[in-house]
Each structure stands twice: as structure tokens, then as C-alpha cells.
């Protein structure tokens, strides 16, 4: 794993009258290819990157058939509040179109989760080529919608739902829309 240590300026947001701090993330002290994460992950290409972090594909080191999407986030995105209470909260949610969480940790600078690797695109990607016929619409929304709904009867909030972050996963040909 790199030694590097991630780097966080802080900058305030207008909002109405108040002017609240936030943190400005730049990821460049998370880990990167090829680094091991939690002792048995191995980042073996990116995914993505967003505001708040990376996804890679990465392989277990004892299982290198066993590839998982792994997200790291950098630990001061999560403020306050409780990280361990969050991801257990989150494992709890199950539903079939939500990302299931499989495995996580922690360390002082980061936060790392895995996940199934899916075979897709983004609905943000699908997009691009043209629009949604009603059907698809339907056949998207909805089952986004219910996994939302799970989520919110376990307490907790997707703040972030957007094309890019809706996945159109493949299964046997037929399209499973997960968030």
C-alpha cells in the first residue's frame, strides 16, 4: 500500500443566509493500481472516479478469479459520524437492486467497501445514444425506485442519484438495473 496521505482543504458553501464549511476532497492520497487494500485486495484497474472517491476492479490476492468492484473513500468525507454504524446499516439493506455491500474496512486515512463486479453500463452511458422508450423507462425506474424505498425503510438516505450513478447490469441478457 502507498504511504501517501490524502490531502483536504476546506471551503464554505453558501446556503440561503448561513454559510456552511465543507470538505473538498482530493483523492490523490487514496490508494491507486496496484496497491492491496484490507490485506487481500489488489486494485487492478479504475472504474471511476467521483467527489468523494475511486471504484476499482479488484482481484483477491489468494483468489485472483475473484474480482469485486472496490470503492475507497477518503475517511474525512465521513466527518463525524459513525463509519462502522453506516456500513453495517448499509449491509443490512438488502434488496435486489441495490449494490450489495460484501466486504469493508478501515484505516486512519481511508474507507474501503467491496462489491459485486457487474457486466453493463451506466445509465448515464445508455443515455448518451439516445433516449429512453417509455417500456425502458419503466423497466429502470421501477425496480430503482423499490431498492430507494428499502433503503429508506432501514433508515437511511441515497443522496446521490444520478445517470451516472444507476447501474444497468446484465444478467443471461436481460437488464438489472441496480443502484
Known amino acids: ?27 490523490d492520497g487514496l490508494p491507486l493500481e496496484g496497491d492491496v487494500v484490507g490485506g487481500h485486495y489488489r486494485l487492478v484497474t479504475q472504474l471511476g472516479e467521483g467527489t468523494f472517491g475511486r ?30 454504524r453506516e456500513l453495517t446499516m448499509l449491509a443490512a439493506a438488502s434488496h435486489p437492486h441495490i449494490v450489495q455491500l460484501k ?8 474507507v474501503w467497501l467491496t462489491m459485486p463486479l457487474y457486466e453493463g453500463e451506466t445509465l448515464e452511458e445508455r443515455l448518451s445514444r439516445s433516449p429512453l422508450s417509455l417500456r425502458e423507462a419503466y423497466e429502470i425506474f421501477l425496480p430503482i425506485a423499490r431498492g430507494v424505498e428499502a433503503l429508506h425503510e432501514r433508515g437511511l438516505r441515497h ?6 450513478n444507476i447501474f444497468l447490469a446484465q444478467f443471461s441478457g436481460r437488464l438489472h438495473p441496480v443502484k
Not at 476492479?57 to 463525524?80: F, M, N, P, Q
Not at 466486504?103 to 481511508?110: P, V
Open 1 to 27: 500500500m502507498s504511504s501517501r496521505r490524502p490531502s483536504h482543504k476546506l471551503k464554505t458553501t453558501r446556503v440561503g443566509r448561513t454559510t456552511s464549511p465543507e470538505v473538498v476532497f482530493d483523492p
Open 159 to 164: 443522496q446521490d442519484i444520478k445517470p451516472e
Open 55 to 84: 471504484v476499482y476492479i479488484a482481484e483477491r490476492t489468494d483468489v485472483r478469479e475473484h474480482r469485486v468492484a472496490l470503492k475507497v473513500t477518503s475517511r474525512e468525507v465521513y466527518g463525524r459520524r459513525n463509519v462502522v
Open 103 to 110: 466486504d469493508h474496512g478501515l484505516t486512519e486515512d481511508y
